[in-house]
């Protein structure tokens, strides 16, 4: 299932060409390889770990709901800088809105970095019950679990006044109760027994919020982000006397503990020692790694400048070295008498379905050095 190189791509209705994402300016930071997945839509393929995930979950939703969740799987990745968000209420200096954390097409434009970036409008449009599927895209650091371009799914329920009136719970507490109960009744339809654990934690969007943590080959793994909407988002998308929970869970991650796939790297696999261990409707065969080729380290150090960050590194990286890359790691770090800071990264380079010749690595860390140099104003040394 290579992409096809198509001159314009529709994506969810919306056409779109190369030149409409990808430009040489400032106020766009959307690289060819981010480019190349638009479109993709993994998560719409049956015989995919992400295809067979979704449709678990939908099954999940259609059984205890009886079909009450409307569906969404093919929205358009690029949204309004509004839509993903202002209309979630993420504040104005929040760091996901700076351009190292994510992929502007242009000012007002951005390829979205969550599926809750379509809350206000389904909202809107009158949906109360829905689930969203996408993929989205975040500029991030590398290793096993990161990817800039994954997969979420939404999900979102309201609630009316006799909902919560009958249980005698006020209504924050009744919307948090239910959500907690919802997710673990998923877990427990996917994975059966399972270690896991709520963590508090902090969304523009909602309050309380939550993350559900997965033990996973001895680490806590985080897999969703939830809580009980924010009022003031009901109030603007004509909801202000209701309550609302919403969640977004990684599908990757729930994939990764699923399966046993051991790199977030393997779903853009075309390999067919890969595709071919899973199919349509089983769910949790585990994956049998193919002989792992050996990875090879590279150490570069540099002075960094005020403007270097981790993530315009990974991106440096990512743009030359592709899927090849399995880790890029802050190895040491020390600030000289003058004042000066050093980093020193180790870059793992490593293909999941051939050996890599010393040539060929040498070749992309020459590359890799060149780049660092040039485009992200450090001094090698
Ligand atoms: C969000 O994106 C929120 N929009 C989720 C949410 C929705 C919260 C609705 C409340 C209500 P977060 O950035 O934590 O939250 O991402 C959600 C999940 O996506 C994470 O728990 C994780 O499973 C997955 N995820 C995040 N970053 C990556 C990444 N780089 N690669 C793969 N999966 C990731
Ligand atoms: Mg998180």
């Not at 997969?151 to 979102?156: I, L, V």
């Not at 809580?227 to 869970?249: C, H, M, S, Y």
């Not at 067919?272 to 150490?299: A, H, N």
């Amino acid at each position: 299932w290579r992409q096809p190189v198509l001159s314009v791509l529709d994506l969810g209705g919306v056409k779109i060409s190369r030149q409409d994402v990808v430009r040489d300016d400032p106020t766009n930071n959307v690289p060819d390889n981010i480019f190349s997945k638009l479109g993709v839509q993994l998560h719409r393929r049956d015989q995919h770990p992400l295809g067979i995930l979704k449709n678990a979950i939908y099954e999940y939703f259609d059984t205890n709901y009886s079909n009450k969740f409307n569906k969404f799987e093919d929205l358009c990745p690029i949204v309004s800088v509004k839509e993903n968000f202002d209309d979630v209420l993420v504040p104005e200096d929040h760091v996901s809105r700076s351009y190292n954390d994510t992929y502007y097409v242009d000012p007002q434009t951005v390829l979205r970095c969550h599926t809750s970036a379509h809350q206000a409008e389904l909202l809107r449009s009158g949906y109360t019950h829905f689930l969203v599927t996408g993929d989205v895209y975040r500029r991030d650091s590398i290793d096993s679990t990161h990817y800039p371009v994954f997969h979420q799914m939404e999900g979102f329920r309201v609630f009316v006044l006799e909902d919560w009136e009958a249980s005698g719970m006020d209504a924050t507490l009744y919307a948090a109760t239910d959500l907690k109960k919802c997710l673990e009744g998923l877990a427990r339809h996917l994975f059966g027994a399972v270690e896991m654990r709520w963590v508090d934690t902090y969304f523009p969007f909602t309050n309380p919020s939550f993350e559900l943590e997965i033990y996973f080959k001895g680490k806590w793994l985080e897999v969703l982000g939830c809580g009980v909407t924010e009022q003031d988002i009901l109030k603007r998308n004509g909801k202000p006397n209701n309550v609302a929970w919403a969640f977004g869970l990684g599908l990757e991650r729930l994939a990764m503990v699923l399966f046993d796939i051991p790199d977030i790297r393997l779903f853009w696999s075309n390999d067919e020692r890969f595709t071919s261990q899973f199919s349509k409707g089983q769910l949790g065969v585990k994956f049998k790694p193919f002989s792992k080729y050996p990875p090879c380290y590279k150490d570069m150090s540099f002075w960094i400048s005020e403007s270097f960050t981790e993530n315009n590194l990974c991106e440096v990286v990512r743009g030359i070295a592709g899927d090849l890359v399995e880790e890029v790691q802050l190895i040491d770090n020390f600030t000289n008498k003058k004042g000066m800071t050093s980093h020193c990264y180790r870059i793992a380079y490593r293909s999941m379905e051939r050996s890599l010749t010393d040539e060929e690595i040498n070749d992309l860390q020459w590359k890799v050095r060149e780049q660092v140099q040039s485009k992200l104003n450090v001094v090698l040394r």
